[in-house]
């Protein structure tokens, strides 16, 4: 029962399967093999007119691979509509390492 429920709100992080911005529409389809797992996906507008999109896959499986991929999700979606600029997918990248080194995390992912 407890992996169901972690699966509604795991499902509840991802995108709407369409989604519209000014220029562009980005479509997704998500379909994990098991209840909860470590792939993550998501798009946003940013003020600039541009679009973050991004596909993740963390290490592993199961509910530690699932609750990696929501503070990566917080990371990504969250905090990075406040970093000042926003950066790109390099800088992102070294910046999302960072804060896996410091939160001494074991896993790696995909993205």
């Not at 600039?48 to 592993?60: K, L, T």
């Not at 406040?82 to 990248?93: A, I, K, N, Y």
């Not at 390492?97 to 995909?110: I, V």
Request: glycine share 8%; aromatic share 8%.
């Amino acid at each position: 029962m407890q992996l169901r429920e972690a699966r509604v709100v795991q499902m509840s992080m991802l995108p709407p399967n369409q989604l519209e911005f000014d220029h562009a529409r980005v479509c997704s389809v998500f379909r994990p093999c098991d209840l909860v797992g470590g792939d993550l996906l998501g798009a946003y507008d940013l003020e600039d007119g541009r679009i973050a999109f991004f596909v993740a896959d963390v290490s592993g499986h199961g509910v530690a691979a699932a609750m990696f991929s929501t503070w990566l999700h917080r990371t990504l979606v969250v905090k990075a509509g406040h970093l000042e600029p926003v950066r790109s997918p390099s800088e992102m990248c070294t910046h999302i390492d960072a804060l896996m080194e410091d939160e001494g995390s074991e896993k790696y992912l995909t993205l």
